[in-house]
């Protein structure tokens, strides 16, 4: 299995975060598959952070059209899966319109996850501002019903503080056990780290459960779930529905209008 991780954060200055993706891809998968980690390029950020200029839609969907981009060479280039690794999760119809391999999706993956282990669940991500986006996110695919609250660690924290937090974690990860305890007395028994960088940091320190409740690996979870769809697509011939969710044009067409 070849798959093509896509970020939407720039992974120069993201510390290790990549390489935890590929460690945690080469402990699922073994030697018998390989991941390719992609970002955004630097200079496309302007000395920002995605939680920074993604609050603005137009400046969002101009910078995540890489993603689109990235996953048809993906498809063009061989690899089986390609994974949106990004709870933004930028033009996910347009991706599985464009490409005629499996598309995951970081965010879709962990919440179609969480709806089947528990009744009620939370979100926890960097700040109240980044959890705004994450509602209108879990409102689209329909897991509201399910959703006990989404909770912001610190108002100021930012991807920057994430990134930190692989050299040292303890505060970070203070900060999120809080934000857990709290969504657990509100009613959750699940908990979902909201953001990619996020989640690595808790993986990497081994966090599990709080408070009674299990804290999803999110990008472990997404990353067992492109490996499904692609098992289903190549033994079952189950894939995306094309007749119309997600027809892919003609590839002349494709070229003609990209």
Same mark, same amino acid.
């Given at each position: 299995?070849?798959?093509?991780?896509?970020?939407?954060?720039?992974?120069?200055?993201?510390? =290790?975060?990549?390489?935890?993706?590929?460690?945690?891809?080469?402990? /699922?998968?073994?030697?018998?598959?390989?991941?390719?980690?992609?970002?955004? $390029?630097?200079?496309?950020?302007?000395?920002?952070? =995605?939680?920074?200029?993604?609050?603005? =839609?137009?400046?969002?969907?101009?910078?995540?059209?890489?993603?689109?981009?990235?996953?048809?060479?993906?498809?063009?280039?061989?690899?089986?899966?390609?994974?949106?690794?990004?709870?933004?999760? =930028?033009?996910?119809?347009?991706?599985?319109?464009?490409?005629?391999?499996?598309?995951?999706?970081?965010?879709?993956?962990? /919440?179609?996850?969480?709806?089947?282990?528990?009744?009620?669940?939370? /979100?926890?991500?960097?700040?109240?501002?980044?959890?705004?986006?994450?509602?209108?996110?879990?409102?689209?695919?329909?897991?509201?019903?399910?959703?006990?609250?989404?909770?912001?660690?610190? $108002?100021?924290?930012?991807?920057?503080?994430?990134?930190?937090?692989?050299?040292?974690?303890?505060?970070?990860?203070?900060?999120?056990?809080?934000?857990?305890?709290?969504?657990?007395?509100?009613?959750?028994? /699940?908990?979902?780290?909201?953001?990619?960088?996020?989640?690595?940091?808790?993986?990497?320190?081994?966090?599990?459960?709080?408070?009674?409740?299990?804290?999803?690996?999110?990008?472990?979870?997404?990353?067992?779930?492109?490996?499904?769809?692609?098992?289903?697509?190549?033994?079952?011939?189950?894939?995306?529905?094309?007749?119309?969710?997600?027809?892919?044009?003609?590839?002349?067409?494709?070229?003609?209008?990209?």
């Amino acid at each position: 299995m070849r798959i093509w991780y896509q970020s939407m954060t720039c992974l120069e200055d993201s510390g =290790p975060y990549g390489d935890t993706i590929a460690t945690m891809s080469r402990r /699922l998968f073994g030697d018998g598959s390989t991941i390719s980690v992609h970002g955004i $390029e630097k200079e496309k950020f302007m000395g920002h952070v =995605p939680g920074e200029v993604f609050k603005y =839609p137009l400046i969002k969907s101009v910078l995540q059209r890489t993603s689109v981009d990235a996953a048809i060479e993906a498809d063009r280039t061989g690899y089986d899966v390609f994974i949106i690794g990004s709870f933004s999760e =930028p033009y996910l119809k347009e991706t599985r319109s464009a490409v005629t391999i499996p598309v995951a999706s970081l965010a879709e993956s962990t /919440l179609t996850t969480a709806w089947c282990l528990s009744e009620r669940f939370a /979100l926890i991500t960097l700040s109240d501002a980044y959890g705004r986006r994450l509602r209108d996110l879990v409102r689209r695919h329909g897991f509201e019903p399910r959703l006990s609250g989404i909770y912001g660690m610190d $108002e100021s924290y930012t991807e920057r503080h994430a990134t930190k937090a692989f050299d040292d974690p303890k505060a970070f990860v203070d900060k999120f056990t809080h934000a857990a305890k709290c969504a657990v007395a509100d009613g959750a028994d /699940l908990i979902i780290p909201g953001e990619g960088v996020l989640n690595q940091v808790l993986a990497q320190v081994g966090i599990s459960e709080i408070a009674g409740a299990t804290v999803v690996d999110s990008t472990a979870v997404c990353l067992l779930h492109a490996q499904m769809l692609l098992r289903m697509k190549e033994e079952l011939g189950l894939g995306h529905a094309r007749k119309y969710s997600y027809p892919v044009p003609p590839k002349e067409m494709l070229e003609k209008f990209l």
